[in-house]
């Protein structure tokens, strides 16, 4: 009786070890995929990840050097007044989101939102636009060690000639 104990024991056992060696095996069905909202500058990373388990994963969308966003003063009547537009380095840019998995699978889409530090508008009356986004070496990561190059995306007057 005492080895029939230990052979049910061992066979639950191993038994564990194979659901979560099963469970750890981290892989895209879906994506990711990049969209570039053209009136926002939203640069979202559209994907759907399975084998994942139980445990919060950290996903994270980071913009590289290169990237730029560029801003325009109007006037309230919606003119341009004279001047260059302000551009704004956003190199280093990164949003980061821990999403715990449904059924060892996550769905999900995150983006990247422009940042205006460092542009203004001088003299009253003007508010700030954004006319133009150029998104570089951006990179998408799970956290669990898969870093996947995303295709770089530009709009209006951000992009390069």
């Known amino acids: 009786m005492k080895k029939l104990s230990i052979l049910i024991c061992t066979m639950i056992a191993l038994g564990?070890?194979?659901t979560t060696v099963r469970a750890q095996s981290p892989h895209f069905i879906k994506g990711p995929t990049a969209?570039?909202?053209t009136n926002t500058g939203e640069y979202c990373v559209?994907?759907?990840e399975?084998?994942?388990g139980s445990g919060p994963v950290t996903y994270t969308i980071t913009a590289g050097t290169g990237t730029?966003?560029?801003y325009q003063c109007f006037t309230k009547s919606g003119n341009k007044p004279q001047g260059d537009p302000n551009s704004v380095s956003g190199s280093g840019d990164s949003t980061s989101t821990t999403i715990t998995p449904h059924n060892g699978t996550v769905s999900s889409t995150i983006c990247l939102i422009p940042e205006q530090d460092g542009a203004s508008c001088q003299g009253g009356g003007l508010s700030l636009r954004l006319v133009g986004t150029d998104y570089d070496n951006v990179t998408f990561s799970d956290g669990l060690g898969n870093v996947i190059p995303i295709a770089?995306?530009?709009s209006g007057s951000g992009c390069p000639d």
């Open 68 to 70: 730029t966003f560029t």
């Open 46 to 48: 559209s994907f759907k």
């Open 35 to 37: 969209t570039l909202d």
């Open 16 to 18: 564990f070890m194979a």
């Open 50 to 52: 399975a084998g994942l």
């Open 152 to 154: 770089d995306a530009c």
